[in-house]
């Protein structure tokens, strides 16, 4: 189900970009993701649903140039998840939170990971 995990450092946090985007008075229409080796992936927001600190909400969208991929965010106090799925790119990737700023980012096998079920079939 899962090829490979890894823990990843997010430098640059949906809510520091956000924080940032408020001072500029800039909209966000793009975020960087983390992927695996110190990739990133350029993410294009076509929906958001922001509370009105900044400081939690959600994206979704798709990989800059992708438009048949699929891309979810969400974030709330320096924790963040996402979801890619890139079936061209033959890329899916599952963000999960750990402490701020960190994520374990899996590759995943689209055919077989069912997220949310415990133990076994």
Request: net charge negative; hydrophobic share 35%.
């Amino acid at each position: 189900r899962i090829v490979r995990r890894q823990l990843v450092y997010h430098k640059e946090t949906a809510d520091a970009q956000i924080q940032r985007a408020k001072l500029t008075g800039e909209p966000i229409q793009q975020l960087s993701l983390p992927g695996l080796d110190g990739q990133e992936v350029q993410f294009e927001i076509t929906k958001a649903d922001l509370s009105p600190s900044g400081q939690q909400g959600a994206f979704s969208g798709h990989l800059a140039g992708r438009l048949d991929s699929m891309v979810t965010f969400a974030f709330k106090g320096g924790r963040e998840a996402f979801t890619i799925l890139s079936p061209s790119d033959g890329l899916y990737l599952v963000g999960e939170p750990r402490e701020p700023g960190e994520l374990i980012v899996k590759s995943i096998n689209p055919e077989t990971y069912v997220v949310g079920v415990c133990g076994n079939p």
